[in-house]
Nanobody, 112 residues
Framework: QVQLVESGGGLVEPGGSLTLSCTAS????????MGWHRQAPGKEREWVAT????????NYDNSVKGRFTISRDNIKSTGYLQMNDLKPEDTAVYYCIWLQYWGQGNQVTVSS
């Protein structure tokens, strides 16, 4: 049974930083890409970033490029999303995804 556990969300002021984590079990994580999506209030879920299985390729939505960094530790079966220079428009529930499996979601609120 696949299980994904997210952590690291919270409230931060504009310009601040947060790191999200997503730990997977029940998967051979080193063989699959993983990614992050987000859903803001009243909006559809949107893609944020993806990282390859080996971690040597990443891709970002233009809205977060240069501010967010996706990474992974296959030994720990964990993916990360380092978010810097956060803006109010980054406020959303963030979801990790491994194959077709979604994390439970983690609220990130950027507000002064």
């Amino acid at each position: 049974q696949v299980q994904l556990v997210e952590s690291g969300g919270g409230l931060v002021e504009p310009g601040g930083s947060l790191t999200l984590s997503c730990t997977a079990s029940g998967l051979i994580c080193s063989r699959v890409a993983m990614g992050w999506h987000r859903q803001a209030p009243g909006k559809e879920r949107e893609w944020v970033a993806t990282i390859s299985a080996a971690g040597n390729w990443t891709n970002y939505d233009n809205s977060v490029k240069g501010r967010f960094t996706i990474s992974r530790d296959n030994i720990k079966s964990t993916g990360y999303l380092q978010m810097n220079d956060l803006k109010p428009e980054d406020t959303a529930v963030y979801y990790c995804i491994w194959l077709q499996y979604w994390g439970q979601g983690n609220q990130v609120t950027v507000s002064s």
